[in-house]
């Protein structure tokens, strides 16, 4: 799950600091998450170590890894295929399984375990990560032996694919990157299911995030001669109230969608900062907001008008003091998750899980992500997102149970089907 975040701390773990915890409850998929939560990959982090654990490991089973990198080269997404078998009836690009690697910070949190040592208490795997996301990772990595055996013996009708990404914690960077790769090897996957903690219930949607810094330009003055500045914080406290009036607008639209939680497009202010003292008109205030979008709707919907109202403002402003002004900068930008082009795949989640309710949700993954390049895409992972982000995260050890029976469900699901498409 996407958090617009960070702190400081730079306690990095090498590979060689990896500790495998005994634990209760031994099975492949814990040993996979004690062994990836010891990695520490806060966003601020590289995630190198665990992705050339994961790519070791890939290539112990004999697959070939692809690795794209961010400019300054310290964190990489990892791509690996299981290609179908040489008697699959169908030629299709295959099933993806993706997971963000990064984690967010612990910095100011009071845990009662080390957040990067996986520790069991009672039916519960607590450490940070455990369920945002590396939970669905462990279990994928844990699955991926049986899907070589199929593709090796000719069983696997369709390729399947493990996609692991950096970033995604700070604005969903990493993703974009795999799926230019991809787009440039000529590979489309048929369908994706994103893992983050859903409690194995089955998410189609998802809203779209932006989040916008405005900056107001003033004009400095002494108080007591007002009328020779221009003051940013009264400027920037008019842009603020026409922003809430926008977001009142919205939430009384009349194409809301009542599957969401909070049923429509919302405006958020978050941060506001300026002034230097109360006897100096203040030259210079910043705000930020977020705007979380219904699938339907774009950022053009609120950009218009807001922008207008800058021009408004800068007209006023300007005729006092020509050199103030408003900035209006976009920092991060995350698209929705659209389900229109899903509901082969829902149909198959729905068998697998027992569960056919269809769930959609405020918070965005890298899902919409996938959905704009043309890949039908569903959110289904193990853990609550309520446990997200919090100290002392956990992860039900039942969920981890759950997410494995899944996961070789669907890896059933490529051998005994020719394809999902109708």
Not at 11 to 17: A, F, I, R, T
Not at 146 to 172: I, K, T, Y
Not at 302 to 314: D, G, H, R, W
Not at 330 to 354: C, R
């Amino acid at each position: 799950m996407i958090q617009i975040n960070s702190s400081n701390s730079d306690n990095v773990n090498s590979s060689s600091d990896v500790q495998l915890k005994s634990v209760e409850h031994p099975t492949q998929s814990l040993d996979w998450l004690t062994r990836l939560i010891a990695f520490d990959t806060v966003s601020r982090h590289s995630n190198l170590a665990l992705i050339n654990d994961v790519k070791s490991y890939c290539e112990q089973l004999g697959l070939t890894v692809d690795l794209t990198f961010n400019e300054a080269k310290t964190k990489a997404n990892l791509f690996v295929t299981v290609p179908a078998g040489e008697n699959a009836d169908t030629i299709n690009n295959g099933l993806v399984l993706s997971g963000h690697t990064d984690v967010v910070p612990v910095d100011g949190q009071a845990w009662s375990s080390e957040p990067f040592t996986a520790t069991i208490r009672g039916d519960k795997l607590y450490g940070r990560g455990a369920c945002d996301m590396k939970g669905f990772i462990a279990c994928a990595l844990t699955v991926l032996p049986q899907a070589v055996q199929l593709s090796n013996s000719g069983q696997l009708r369709r390729p399947l694919h493990l996609a692991l990404s950096f970033d995604e914690e700070v604005g969903c960077l990493g993703a974009p990157l795999i799926l230019a790769d991809l787009k440039a090897r000529g590979i489309t996957p048929d369908y994706c299911i994103v893992g983050e903690p859903t409690n194995m219930a089955m998410v189609v949607a998802h809203k779209g995030i932006a989040v916008y810094r405005c900056r107001v330009h003033g004009k400095s003055a002494h108080s007591s001669l007002i009328a020779q500045g221009v003051n940013a914080i009264s400027y920037a406290s008019r842009l603020v109230g026409y922003v809430d009036t926008l977001a009142e607008e919205l939430s009384a639209r009349d194409d809301n969608d009542a599957l969401f939680t909070v049923p429509y497009s919302t405006l958020s202010v978050g941060t506001i900062h300026g002034g230097t003292a109360t006897n100096i008109v203040p030259n210079l205030c910043e705000f930020t907001f977020d705007y979380r979008n219904l699938p339907h709707m774009t950022q053009d919907d609120i950009l218009a008008p807001i922008q207008a109202k800058v021009a408004e403002l800068n007209a006023q402003m300007q005729a006092r003091a020509p050199e103030t002004g408003i900035e209006l900068m976009q920092e991060e930008s995350v698209p929705a998750m659209m389900d229109n082009d899903s509901a082969e795949l829902q149909s198959l989640i729905a068998a697998l899980t027992g569960d056919d309710e269809r769930h959609k949700v405020a918070y965005a993954t890298e899902g919409g992500q996938f959905t704009n390049a043309g890949i039908p895409t569903i959110i289904c992972g193990p853990g609550s997102i309520e446990q997200a982000h919090k100290a002392d995260e956990y992860v039900e050890l039942s969920e981890i149970e759950r997410c494995d029976a899944f996961l070789k469900k669907l890896l059933d699901s490529c051998t005994t089907q020719p394809s999902m498409q109708s």
